[in-house]
């Protein structure tokens, strides 16, 4: 059965403040490059633009996507760009995207802005 057909929303967490949400830096990138990893079952390692500079993202998707590269090669998304750094499979992640579904079990799809919009602006 199709996840998406019988999918029930999770409860609401509980509530946050506005400055608790003003600690996150979400950011539009553009993903210039993904590589696979050959260490790793389900990482890719995203070069991501931020306008000012770019850095190493690492993402779980190399088992959701049947060719991530072509995929999500040059397409702009959401990331957190203030969780500290993270080395897993030998590379160092520092940040993460900001996708939507796989807490709940479905096949996750990128948070993308509705139109261009340069790299490096602010989410909030």
């Not at 770019?54 to 049947?66: D, F, H, Q, S, V």
């Not at 702009?76 to 990331?79: D, V, Y």
């Given at each position: 059965m199709d996840p998406e057909s019988t999918f029930v929303p999770a409860?609401?967490?509980?509530?946050?403040?506005?400055?608790?949400?003003?600690r996150?830096?979400?950011?539009?990138?553009?993903?210039e490059r993904v590589d696979d990893l050959a260490k790793s079952d389900k990482l890719v390692k995203l070069t991501?633009?931020?306008g000012d500079h770019?850095?190493?993202?690492?993402?779980?998707?190399?088992?959701?996507?049947?060719n991530p590269r072509h995929e999500i090669e040059g397409r702009?998304?959401?990331?957190v760009v203030n969780l500290a750094p993270k080395k897993m499979a030998d590379e160092v992640s520092a940040g993460m995207l900001f996708d939507i579904g796989y807490a709940d079990g479905l096949l996750p799809v990128l948070a993308v802005p509705?139109?261009?919009?340069?790299d490096g602006a602010r989410a909030g």
């Open positions: 409860p609401i967490k509980g509530t946050v403040s506005l400055e608790e949400v003003a996150l830096d979400v950011r539009v990138g553009t993903i991501v633009n931020f770019t850095r190493c993202i690492l993402a779980g998707m190399k088992n959701e996507r049947a702009q998304a959401l990331f509705e139109r261009h919009i340069p």
